[in-house]
């Protein structure tokens, strides 16, 4: 059964950066396609990035140019680096195993002065 369990959350100031990190058991993890989530209160959960198993990445135009995933086949991790952070994206960050549609519990980040 596949796990993930998601740490790095922290409270940053605005402009302040964070690296969140996604820890995968249970299976193969390189061959699955990773993704970053994020959700605020009362808000939808949204795509914040993915990486593919051959290491392509897609980013939300939001984040595009401050945030970079990255994955480490060798340590069963996945990575979100986030840069130049805003108020705004102080949200729950998911990570997720795409193609089994499998999540971790979540990281709060809370972004204040």
């Known amino acids: 059964q596949v796990q993930l369990v998601e740490s790095g959350g922290d409270l940053v100031q605005p402009g302040g950066s964070l690296r969140l990190s996604c820890a995968f058991s249970g299976s193969i993890f390189s061959i699955y396609q990773m993704g970053w989530y994020r959700q605020a209160p009362g808000k939808q959960r949204e795509l914040v990035a993915v990486?593919?198993?051959?290491?392509?990445?897609n980013y939300a135009d939001s984040v595009e140019g401050r945030f970079t995933i990255s994955r480490d086949n060798a340590k069963n991790t996945v990575y979100l680096r986030m840069n130049s952070l805003k108020p705004g994206e102080a949200d729950v960050y998911y990570c997720?195993?795409?193609?089994?549609?499998?999540w971790g519990k979540g990281a709060l980040v809370t972004v204040s002065s």
């Open positions: 990486i593919g198993k051959g290491g392509s990445t």
């Open positions: 997720r195993a795409v193609d089994m549609d499998c």
